[in-house]
């Protein structure tokens, strides 16, 4: 079945350091690929999306790149803000009847010091 | 933004009860939404699919007799846990698809403990 892996967490950073979040994906075809993030005691919120090879997601100074060949979609930030300190999840879908199930990572804690 | 609650945010229940929660689009409407459970430092897993005014579809390996989905209106999504035991222990996530947008909002989940 489909699947998406993360990279072991939690991770911690200093304010202003580059992020890196691994995420590699195992589906049989090629499915849209998101970036959740969810910040303490709040509903999981879409920080991301590509949806075909090659499309680069961005926001908020996040980007992630829809990689084919390797099957990644790994999350990367040039400087990060104590602000992005929540847990972040990689996840995929297909759409037509599956539209909306998403297949998750187990997620990524990260936590950024002043 | 959309927003989704849920309610409550944490119960406590004692084995062999049942405990309902429930999954509101509070300014937009949902023909679809869905439920997930996390475990302790696990992903979100799908459980089931819910529709307003259909039966909800349930992923393999869910029992739909214990955890019961009613979608009774386009802003309402309801999950019962029946004859809860202690391995139902879990925080449980809604998610709701915009109609008009087909975009998708989930709401802060509710923990489950049960004694």
């Known amino acids: 079945g489909d699947s998406v892996t993360q990279m072991e967490g939690p991770v911690t950073l200093s304010e202003e350091a580059f992020l890196t979040i691994n995420c590699t994906y195992t589906a049989t075809g090629y499915p849209s690929l998101f970036w959740y993030v969810q910040y303490p005691g709040e509903g999981l919120q879409l920080l991301l999306k590509?949806?075909?090879?090659?499309d680069k997601g961005s926001n908020k100074g996040f980007e992630a790149t829809y990689r084919k060949e390797t099957t990644s979609f790994h999350l990367e930030k040039g400087s990060v803000q104590v602000s992005d300190s929540a847990v972040y999840f990689c996840?995929?879908?297909?759409?037509?009847?599956?539209?909306?199930?998403?297949?998750f990572g187990q997620g990524t804690i990260l936590t950024v010091h002043p | 933004g959309a927003v989704v609650s849920q309610h409550p945010s944490w119960v406590i229940c004692k084995s062999g009860t049942s405990v309902k929660i429930e999954c509101r689009s509070l300014d937009f409407q949902a023909t679809t939404m869905f439920w997930y459970r996390q475990f302790p430092k696990q992903s979100l897993m799908l459980m089931a699919t819910s529709n307003e005014g259909s039966k909800a579809t349930y992923e393999q390996g869910v029992e739909k007799d214990k955890f019961l989905i009613n979608h009774a209106s386009l802003t309402l999504s309801t999950l019962t846990v029946t004859s809860a035991h202690p391995e139902d222990s879990s925080f449980y996530i809604c998610?709701?698809?915009?109609?008009?947008?087909?975009?998708?909002?989930f709401g802060p989940g509710t923990r489950l403990t049960v004694t």
């Open positions: 998610s709701a698809i915009r109609d008009q947008s087909y975009e998708q909002y």
């Open positions: 996840a995929l879908s297909f759409g037509g009847t599956s539209y909306g199930k998403l297949t």
């Open positions: 590509a949806t075909k090879a090659d």
